[in-house]
């Protein structure tokens, strides 16, 4: 049995986040403007104007920093044989497993864009996500940056890559033994798919 311990995004409370971000965007320059002007007390910010915005400028950076540290989970994954064991999500049978994507075309060790080119350019680093559902309509969700970030490092990006690779060779040895290999990791298509559907109607 193998083991994967690394930390994600579990992209929860997406809304909340981002309002008090763009909270602490507005009332950071504001506290900042009222500030530097007070002493000249200038009448488009009065004195009791910092009453307001000092509170609520700690108040939105707090809760920014509250909720983004809730949006990072830590996962322990046992791969077996027969299928995996999720601290996050429980345990999926191999057999279980309807549906996989990736997004293989923004990852740099399957061929994406290296770091020099965000680097380079006003292009953001992508957040990779990755799912599995199961039959029962059960999905699991990580979302990682390949270089590391708020919530990975990219150490740890590595060791859920190696648990993507061990999967998908698990199952290719389960469906496709002896059939040569698709585009990535044995079994993803040209778009970083695999369904098990598919599979069935081959048969």
Known sequence: MHIYRFRFNN?????I????FFTALLTIPLTGTTIVLLPDLHPLFPAWLLLILLPLTLIAIYNLVKLASRRQSAEIISLSNEGFSSSCFGSVLFSEINCIRVPVREIRLLGGLPLDYY????VNIPYLEFSITTYNGKKLKWVL???GGLYNAEEEFLI???FLTALTDKLYQLYYANKSFNCYLKILDENGSWEKSRLDMLK
């Open 11 to 15: 992209s929860k409370k997406n809304s």
């Open 17 to 20: 986040l981002l309002f008090w």
């Open 119 to 122: 680097n380079k350019t006003d």
């Open 145 to 147: 940056n390949e270089w």
């Open 160 to 162: 859920f890559f190696n």
